[in-house]
């Protein structure tokens, strides 16, 4: 079954009505890497918004299944707990509540709904040690409260931390490496490499090839002006950082799905 | 008084109060001056009258109910039922429970219940002040009698009520440099009249002296079981040169209790204190905090956490007094309004012409969980000189919408992600607390508070 299908997906900002997602179509499979590039403002944070259940959007037109799911019709906490998760582009500070208690919480929260037993404090622990060791995560910052006062690079490591205490079927991860200076990238890109098992699925956004670098995607998609409108294997990639999007954007958008799932295929 | 203040204060229910507290007069027998001093109070606050709104110091706060309403002194002996309610109560106080070590004084209605003084050194006086005023009153005498002559009498109409039923509080005395480690702990029990008895009043009358170098924590909780109740508290602290008072004011009467009090805590050079006010409610609860930092280098720290549901009215009301020079004062109020609650929070800084090198921090912040609570907050800074640092601001506002969507984007329901983010929000005064039995009561407290619609999260 395939993890994500997303089909004819369109979604406007609810306040104003404005479209911002115009039709995007996408494959995710067990075990695959997506890297989904594209200019600012092209809608990529706003897909990623979409899946994750972020209040302010409503769909209009088309729909998105996770396991032969109706994502859409989840609320956000259910998605979560279904195994989907969103490394955010910019985490929230949470003052007053610890890193250590919030990730407990989630942790046994999201067991408790896949009909795991809920850890305890020692084995949450013994768990959260091994993860924080995968994203080089000091103590300090395991008992400070959530993101608050955290550097940039630092918001992010916790984001990828969080992803591998809540070992979702899906991660999507908005512009992890923003911010992160060249020995964090690789330290966060390979705490995800380490997540990479065959089974999970992942949509990696970002701008740079420097990623890719490290987490090596099985395709690539462009998205620009709500619609992705070019997929390829991690050669887009590099032929985009060498040409910029002004190559794609002069392309004609067609046959866009049908690239995208005869790769996939 | 003016005859405008005269006009817009509220006289129901003063004659009766009046009638009562001359009736306990005569029933103690005691020196003159103590007499002279309780029917001072009572012609005082006979004249006064419950102020109104259209007191500054009580525009948000409306006492007609209070007025209205008719209370009784409990009848001197304690009874069976009593009793047996007030140890109810105090079993469910869990660290700070009977078995805690705290030197205690437990008042049931306000009367002594017990006193267990634990291991207190000798030298500290921690009595009930109807023991002193019976057996040695000269230990007393001059404060109070200070006291009650220093009253603004245009303005303290609680005070003067005290004054007129001076009868039962605590006593504390600390000798010149005493350390007391273990918190002295005060517990307030409220429990309900019996069907045929009139509602309950309490005035309670704390006097507080630390001489130099000494240091101690106080603490009073004040528990109460449904059924309306009226409770005055007036607490005079005096603080010698560098002494140290820790304060810690735990509000948890019924949905039906008034309660009015106020800290009074005068500073010497270099004497610090610490206020930390922690109000669950009650129905209408007032609570004033007035420091007077009049020594050179004194400070002084104020701390509160209200909340307030449906039925509930709290008002918070801080005065800080720079009267001297290099003195520094830190306030953080917060306040947590749901249901139909309110909530007011009325702040004074104010700093004299001589109080150079002031520095005053204020803070007050407020998170409303839903659309019917409501709070006033009147944060004022009034300076008379240049060379200072003085800074004060005020929030009110919701739960953070991003910050519930991130919780809910790891699993969280949005009623554990409120309850959590609540939480966090009132937790910050806890932590601020020294004793760790007291945060721990106030930690399950706070979890319990939380209103029925949030999911208490299991914290730590
Ligand atoms: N809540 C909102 N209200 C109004 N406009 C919005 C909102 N959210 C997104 N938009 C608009 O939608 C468009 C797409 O934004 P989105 O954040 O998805 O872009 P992006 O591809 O992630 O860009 P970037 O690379 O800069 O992160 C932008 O024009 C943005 O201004
Ligand atoms: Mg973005």
Redesign the pocket.
Known sequence: MNLLEISNLHAS?E?DG?E?LKGIDLTICPGEVHALM?P???????LAHVLSGRP?YVVTQGRALFQGKDLLAMPAEIRAREGVFLAF?YPVEIPGVSNTYFLRTAVNTVRKHRGQLELDAIDFLALLDEKAKLVEMEEALLNRSVNEGFSGGEKKRNEVLQMAVLDPKLAILD?TDSGLDIDALRVAASGVNALRDGARGMLVIT?YQRLLDYIIPDFVHV?SDGRIVKSGDKNLAKELEAKGYSWIEKEPPATVSAAAGAIAS | MTSVARATAIYEGVAALAESAMELATRRPSPPWLQRLRTAGVSAFEKLGFPSTHDEDWRFTNLAPLARAAFALSPDAVSLAERTAALELEARLGPLGLSSPMPRIVFVNGRLLRRSPGNLTSGILFECMKAVLATSPERVERALVARAAERDLSKQFFGSLGDAFLDEGVVLQVPPGAHLAEPLFILNVSTPPGSTEPPRMVHTRNLFTFEENSSATVIEIFLGANGPSFANVQTDVTLGRNARLNHVKIQLEGPETFHVGRLSVAHAAGARSASHVFSFGGKLVRNEIVTTLSGEGAGTELYGLFCANSGQHVDCHTFIDHAMPRADSVELYKGVLDGAGRGVFDGKILVRAGAVRTDARQTNRNLILSNSALVDSKPQLEIHNNDVRCSHGSTTGRLDADAVFYLRSRGLSPEAARALLTYAFGSELIEKVASADVRAFLENHLRAWLPANLAAPEIR
């Open positions: 900002i306040e404005t911002i594209g600012n403002g092209s809608g990529k944070s706003t302010g582009q512009e701008h998205l």
